[in-house]
């Protein structure tokens, strides 16, 4: 059984919304330019592969319900949400330490760490 329709104008709000965020790069399109600029064409197709994966894995695992546990649980929303910042803790912490072997990466890598966990704080303050 199909549900209503939405009226016209909620829709044309809606694609104009959809339209904004395709047209607005994220991190992900940044991260994939950047790999793309700094080690050329090979790195790039690999980075795409790379966000792909990642996007597949949050296709299934909200395929598999997972979104609808974290709506209903803010117990198990608040879990995945810290898991989320140490992760980013940890990538920045293991960044620096891995760079003491290039220490002309040390500033690069500090920078682009700070950066995904401040675009995870944000989000993470967004979804209070």
């Known amino acids: 059984m199909v549900g209503p329709v939405p009226e016209l104008s909620t829709l044309a709000v809606f694609a104009a919304a959809a339209l904004a965020l395709l ?8 991260y994939i330019v950047a790999s793309s600029a700094e080690h050329g064409r090979r790195a790039g197709l690999a980075s795409v592969a790379g966000v792909h994966a990642g996007s597949m894995v949050h296709v299934v695992a909200a395929a598999a319900g ?3 546990i974290l ?4 117990v198990a929303f608040q879990v995945l949400k810290y898991a989320g910042a140490t992760d980013g803790a940890y990538a920045l912490v293991a960044a620096s330490v891995a760079t003491r072997l290039r220490p002309a990466l040390r500033t690069k890598l ?6 995904y966990l401040a675009l995870g704080a944000s989000a993470a ?4």
Do not use: F, K, Y
Request: charged share 15%; no cysteine.
């Open 71 to 74: 709506v209903r649980s803010a």
């Open 110 to 115: 500090r920078w682009t760490g700070a950066v």
């Open 66 to 68: 997972l979104s609808a």
């Open 125 to 128: 303050r967004a979804t209070r």
């Open 23 to 30: 047209v607005v790069p994220g991190p992900s399109v940044l």
